[in-house]
């Protein structure tokens, strides 16, 4: 009896306590479909987060917008009804200008720009600011998404054929300053949607990188894919600021290094897909246009010396920004 009673004791103490045993449940949203190397790695992360917290913390992974379009899941990491997001750099930027230099069209010389970029001293500085301007939410990886090709049902060649071109892009500002700089409509359109408005012919075109355009299928509604390589984009893993406020530092560590994990893990899928996806789509009937990117650099390069974008809108990053991601080799 006594016995069963300290047992009993016992256990009301930890429970008391909140005690190790305790187990906290996350949820993690992002936009992307459950084929995709994005959500493959989240569900990689949720599972390594489990084990090596003891399942202290177990991740739920909400894939394809399920808890919303990505401003909603950006909006609900500040509200504390999401705890972690994949997110594009354009959508942090809505807190923090500056990080969203990393989604500008032609910033990027090519990929091992990106690549030197993403472990530099410079994003950790751009990191810092998201999350002091952001009330504390924490950027704890970068995740390759590709290069941004335009999709059409027509040749586009050279700027010129752009103009008047209506075209989906993503809610964020600054993903329209490409499509204004060559002549283009930009169409703010959630990415759930995109599909249909293709089918739909409610847009003309849209742009995204080839894994995107395979795993949301675009290309079954759309006959030509421009290699216009627009944007060298990534997507940022953000934990919200109530949950990282209460990690511990071990814990932090462990979540820190699981993401940055599964993004080496989703980068390296994402690089080998574009290596083979320009000759697939070519064999599957349609038509992969090589353009010659050039004159598309020249028509924003300008905006860039001038510090403004083609609405006139100052660009949300200081010149000392600029230079400084200029200058990485």
């Known amino acids: 009896m006594k016995l069963k009673c300290l047992a009993a004791a016992f256990a009301l103490a930890i429970a008391a306590s ?27 992360a949720a599972a390594e987060i489990a084990k090596r917290t003891n399942n202290r913390y177990t991740v739920e992974v909400f894939p394809a917008s399920q808890l919303g379009k990505e ?4 909006q609900g990491l500040t509200l504390g009804t999401v705890d972690m997001i994949l997110t594009g750099q354009l959508f942090a930027g809505r807190n923090y200008g500056p990080i969203s230099i990393g989604g500008a069209p032609f910033i990027f010389r ?11 001293k410079l994003f950790d500085e751009l990191s810092d600011g998201y999350q002091k301007a952001s009330g504390g939410s924490k950027v704890v990886a970068i995740t390759y998404y590709g290069e941004r090709h335009v999709t059409a049902n027509k040749a586009i060649n050279k700027p010129e054929d752009m103009k008047g071109l209506k075209i989906r892009v993503p809610d ?13 409509n930009p169409t703010p359109i959630a ?8 089918q739909n012919k409610t847009v003309d ?15 079954e509604v759309q006959t030509h894919i421009m290699l216009t390589g627009h944007i060298t984009e990534a997507l940022l893993t953000i934990i919200g600021a109530p949950l990282w406020a209460k990690l511990s530092d071990a814990d932090k560590k462990i979540f820190t290094e699981v993401y940055r994990e599964a993004a080496a893990r989703a980068t390296a899928e994402i690089v080998e897909a574009e290596k083979k996806l320009a000759v697939d789509f070519a064999k599957r ?45």
Do not use: C
């Open 18 to 44: 909140g005690g190790a045993l305790a187990q906290t449940k996350l949820k993690f949203a992002h936009v992307y479909e459950t084929s995709e190397p994005y959500h493959t790695a989240a569900l990689w």
């Open 71 to 74: 401003s909603d899941i950006n």
């Open 110 to 120: 090519d990929f091992n720009h990106w690549k030197k970029y993403s472990t530099s």
């Open 172 to 184: 964020a500002p600054l993903y329209t300053m490409f499509p204004r700089a060559v002549g283009a």
């Open 191 to 198: 990415f759930a949607e995109v599909y249909l408005a293709l």
């Open 205 to 219: 075109a849209q742009e995204n990188p080839l894994p995107t355009i395979e795993a949301k299928k675009f290309y």
């Open 285 to 329: 009937g349609k038509t992969v246009v090589k353009v010659d990117r050039k004159p598309f650099i020249a028509a924003v390069q300008k905006y860039y010396k001038e510090g403004k974008q083609p609405d006139g809108n100052a660009l949300p990053w200081p010149k000392d920004v600029y230079d400084k991601l200029q200058a990485i080799k």
